[in-house]
């Protein structure tokens, strides 16, 4: 099974600065046919259904700001948000679809 | 628009069976799996399998294998979750979800408790 591991659990960021977070895989999720990386990212709230923020690694969700992107290839991938927003404080969540579906373990982003 | 709308909110106890619906629409619904994904408290995302409507072909996820079963009404774009045998590690929201690769909708989500 491919386990993705999140760094780090959690993250204390000021207004308006940026947000990093890692998701590491323990396999290559290279999708061969699409030519993409199969990774995507979620964003949790209190009361809300996760919702799609990324997919096949970099491709924004619709409605998505452009504040949040994605990045990375082959076992190391980047959720950024370029400018935390108060709206952004959430658990966020890397996904792989390359084999079967598994989460990361979630990071949890607070305003500093 | 694409939607899932997912039974209430489930109070079981220990022992006890579960069923959750999920109801679909804008789409055409045996095109698409649909993946059910749990979140317990305080714990992350949880994937437990999935139905292929077309088909009604299922795959559980290792941990679940045994006392999920999940089924499709094709006449009303609905998938059900069945898992019996609740204990209180059970207490989780529920999800349906679309796949397009990605999980690209969601329900609204079925709290269920199990507590004696």
């Known amino acids: 099974d491919i386990v993705l591991t999140q760094s780090p659990d959690s993250l204390a960021v000021s207004l308006g600065e940026r947000a990093t977070i890692n998701c590491k895989s323990t396999q290559n999720i290279l999708n061969n046919s699409y030519r993409k990386d199969s990774l995507a990212w979620f964003q949790l709230k209190p009361g809300q259904p996760p919702k799609a923020l990324i997919y096949w690694t970099s491709t924004r969700e619709s409605g998505v700001p452009d504040r949040f992107s994605g990045s990375g290839s082959g076992t190391d991938f980047t959720l950024t948000i370029s400018s935390l927003q108060i709206e952004d404080v959430a658990v966020y969540y890397c996904q792989q679809y390359y084999s079967g579906r598994t989460f990361g373990q979630g990071t949890r982003v607070e305003i500093k | 628009q694409v939607q899932l709308v997912q039974s209430g909110a489930e109070v079981k106890k220990p022992g006890d069976s579960l069923k959750v619906s999920c109801k679909t629409s804008?789409?055409?619904?045996?095109?698409?799996?649909v993946h059910w994904v749990r979140h317990v408290p305080g714990q992350g995302l949880e994937c437990i399998g999935w139905i292929f409507p077309k088909s009604g072909g299922t795959h559980y996820e290792q941990k679940f294998q045994g006392r999920v079963a999940m089924t499709r009404d094709t006449s009303t774009s609905t998938v059900y979750m069945e898992l019996t045998s609740l204990t209180s590690d059970d207490t989780a929201l529920y999800y349906c979800?679309?796949?397009?690769?990605?999980?690209?909708?969601w329900g609204q989500g079925t709290p269920v408790t199990v507590s004696s």
């Open positions: 804008g789409y055409t619904f045996i095109d698409y799996y």
């Open positions: 979800t679309r796949e397009n690769w990605y999980y690209d909708h």
